[in-house]
């Protein structure tokens, strides 16, 4: 019986030792990937700190651990892989920057199971470093035999206000157009926004409010704006950017041969401001295109 005993645990401490071999030091050569989540929510601020900050941490513990005789790779959520020694891949780290999105894990962790089978060595463990975003698994990653490392925050998840959009309509004024913005929010919050450094409005916005602005600025030439929000937890999507073109109407010439349609057409643009009479465009039948550019209508 105790024959029988010492065999299962045995085999239970076989199973393990990948685990171990990260928690400790002394082990055998090993192939281990570090998978870092640095999506846009891992910049959420938990503890004063952000949480992407908090995988760097965990990350250069796991290769504080490691030996000259393992193979090293960092794999990041946009499945960018480095490969390297530990002071390599402490470098690595440091470069590391949250995403303008969600990225793709399962592609990371794919590419880093890969790395791991080209390695040549029997030990391979990945650790995976992420903060379980619900919309970055929407299905499971396949990584065959190999052992994983998990690591995922406990807690809720603090109250996050976001732009979802922010775009100029239409995306050349002439001189007047509309910024429309879109905020989502569980509360109503403060916004601003901005058009070539100076405020173009501000006020507060009621959860899930789409906002419209319209305005005729003075400027003249591209133009960078932005919609903006108080600063929260995940200070990532408090602020997104736009750009247009402030101008002249176009003039317009219209061929007596282009149909009843177009013409039609211009006149509500000429209606609305946004294009005048002139040569700046020509639209003509296609047999008559003589010059470039020139907007080119099928032939009756």
Do not use: C
Not at 30 to 44: E, H, Y
Not at 121 to 150: C, F, K, P, Y
């Amino acid at each position: 019986m105790l024959l029988r005993v010492a065999i299962v645990l045995f085999v239970a401490i076989a199973a393990a030792r990948p685990v171990a071999r990260v928690a400790g030091a002394g082990h055998g050569p090993t192939a281990l990937a570090i998978v870092l989540d640095n999506s846009l929510s891992t910049t959420v601020v938990v503890d004063g700190r952000p949480l992407l900050e908090q995988f760097r941490a965990m990350a250069r513990e796991v290769l504080d651990k490691a030996t000259a005789a393992d193979r090293l790779t960092l794999v990041t959520a946009d499945g960018r892989v480095r490969g390297g020694s530990k002071a390599t891949l402490r470098e690595e780290l440091d470069r590391v920057e949250p995403l303008s999105g969600a990225g793709n894990l399962r592609v990371a962790l794919a590419r880093a199971a890969g790395a791991l089978r080209s390695a040549g060595l029997e030990s391979r463990q990945i650790v995976l470093l992420t903060d379980g975003q619900r919309t970055a698994w929407t299905d499971d990653g396949d990584v065959g035999d190999m052992q994983v490392i998990l690591w995922v925050p406990g807690g809720t998840p603090p109250l996050n206000r976001a732009v979802a959009v922010a775009e100029p309509r239409p995306s050349r004024w002439t001189p007047r157009g509309a910024v429309l913005a879109r905020i989502v929010s569980k509360d109503s919050t403060a916004y601003r926004i901005t058009l070539a450094g100076r405020s173009l409005s501000h006020g507060t916005a009621a959860p899930n409010e789409e906002i419209v602005v319209r305005a005729a600025p003075p400027e003249r030439g591209w133009l960078e704006g932005t919609v903006e929000l108080e600063p929260d937890e995940l200070p990532g999507d408090d602020v997104r950017h736009f750009a247009l073109w402030i101008g002249a109407p176009p003039g317009i010439a219209v061929s007596p041969n282009a149909g009843p349609f177009v013409r039609s057409a211009v006149d509500v643009l000429k209606a609305s401001g946004r294009v005048t009479d002139g040569r700046d465009i020509a639209i003509v039948p296609a047999d008559e295109v003589a010059s470039l550019p020139a907007l080119i209508a099928a032939p009756s």
